[in-house]
């Protein structure tokens, strides 16, 4: 993949404004840094897929990895040029794909134009909307202790929300390395851009733990899910549907994670050190027979 930029245009991730605050009975003029946003639009092979408000930062990497866990690519050479070119009134990540890709593209072509918090803007049918994502492999084993240092890990990293108090983070924790955060306004955009890091860096997912800053929506788990993430963790709670996504796709979640602890509620036999609760009948049991089995139950 070559990447080329135009220069100069592209706004700065965090902009400082100046504000009046009332507090304590006060009042006082100041500064104050505020993420930025702006629309960003996807194009691939000439034609808009979709346009989101984004953070205007590692940008190439959020064309990477939107394609990837969108199914637009399986690896980032499928992508033949990447140009990241600003305008006055957005950006325009403009992709042309290899071959087979590009025909696949055609084939599926959608467009839809969504905000930050919004993830599944546009799509066509309820059925796209519960795609379904690749069974996460079993093999991984993490203690209490590696998830507790993973969202330790997540506060000073942010160098983003340090600033402004404002923005999303998703991040990638793997014994013996360093750490791969990245941020955005918007919680999947975040986790988008993160993909993107791990697909060029040759980093796998399905070799750690994906940690976010926010609640567990089903798009998260989907797109964790693209990525081969065999254990999420969330600062807040998941939804339902995401416990019932992550269930079928042999996914560990957990949620609530605070300093005192966390909450798993789907597949726990990768963690060690956990005590057997009213889930210990998952426990040792392979994600994929445990699907099996509730659809068995189900039926």
């Known amino acids: 993949m070559s990447a080329l930029n135009t220069p100069g245009l592209a706004p700065a991730p965090v902009r400082r404004v100046i504000r009046q ?11 104050r840094a505020l993420a930025e946003e702006v629309p960003v639009a996807f194009s691939y092979d000439g034609t808009t897929h979709a346009v989101l408000m ?50 696949a593209f055609a084939a599926r072509r959608r467009r839809f134009v969504g905000p930050a918090g919004c993830g599944m803007c546009g799509l066509e049918s309820l059925a ?10 079993h093999n991984l084993r993490v203690s209490r202790l590696d998830i ?52 060029s860096g040759g980093r796998s997912a399905e070799a750690g733990i994906i ?46 994670a605070r300093d005192d602890g966390f909450e798993v509620f789907t597949h726990p036999e990768r963690i060690t050190g956990l005590r057997p609760g009213p889930v210990r009948d998952w426990v040792s049991t392979p994600p994929t027979e445990q699907a099996s089995s509730r659809l068995k139950a189900a039926s």
């Open 128 to 137: 796209e909307a519960n795609r379904a994502i690749p069974m996460a492999r």
């Open 148 to 199: 507790e240092e993973a969202v330790a890990a997540l506060p000073q990293r942010q160098t983003l929300n340090l600033q402004t108090r404002s923005v999303h983070a998703a991040a990638f924790w793997q014994a013996g390395h360093s750490l791969v955060l990245r941020e955005d306004v918007g919680r999947h955009n975040a986790l988008d851009k993160l993909a993107g890091a791990l697909l």
């Open 211 to 256: 940690v976010l800053s926010s609640r567990i929506s089903i798009e998260l788990v989907q797109k964790a899910g693209m990525i081969g993430a065999p254990v999420v963790v969330g600062i807040s709670a998941p939804t339902a549907l995401a416990v019932r996504t992550a269930e079928a796709a042999g996914i560990t979640l957990a949620g609530i």
């Open 21 to 31: 605050s009332w507090r304590n009975g006060s009042a006082q003029l100041g500064e």
């Open 54 to 103: 984004a953070t205007p930062d590692d940008l190439e990497e959020f064309a990477l990895g939107f394609s990837y866990t969108e199914g637009i690519i399986g690896t980032a050479e499928e992508i033949a040029e990447l140009t990241v070119v600003a305008a006055a009134d957005g950006i325009v990540l403009r992709m042309w794909l290899q071959g087979e890709r590009s025909d």
